[in-house]
């Protein structure tokens, strides 16, 4: 259980990351087309975040894994 609340929070950390820069890419320019600067934001986030986000979806699908065969033994 640990392990899966501690990749959850791995994964957290990264969505919360990419949502920070999306929020301040929202913020530079013309206010048209904000739901655009957004994404572009997100997705500048992801490229700084680079290895880690896909690494931490898989951290979570082995923890999920690992969890749903104990609970279903």
Do not use: W
Request: charged share 10%; proline share 3%; with cysteine.
């Amino acid at each position: 259980m640990t392990q899966y609340l501690k990749a959850l929070m791995g994964l957290v950390v990264c969505v919360a990351f990419m949502s920070m820069v999306g929020l301040v890419a929202a913020f530079i320019g013309p206010n048209h087309g904000v739901e655009i600067k957004i994404l572009i934001g997100m997705t500048v986030g992801a490229m700084i975040l680079g290895r880690r986000f896909p690494d931490a979806i898989i951290t979570l699908y082995f923890a999920t894994y690992a969890l749903l065969k104990k609970f279903l033994k």
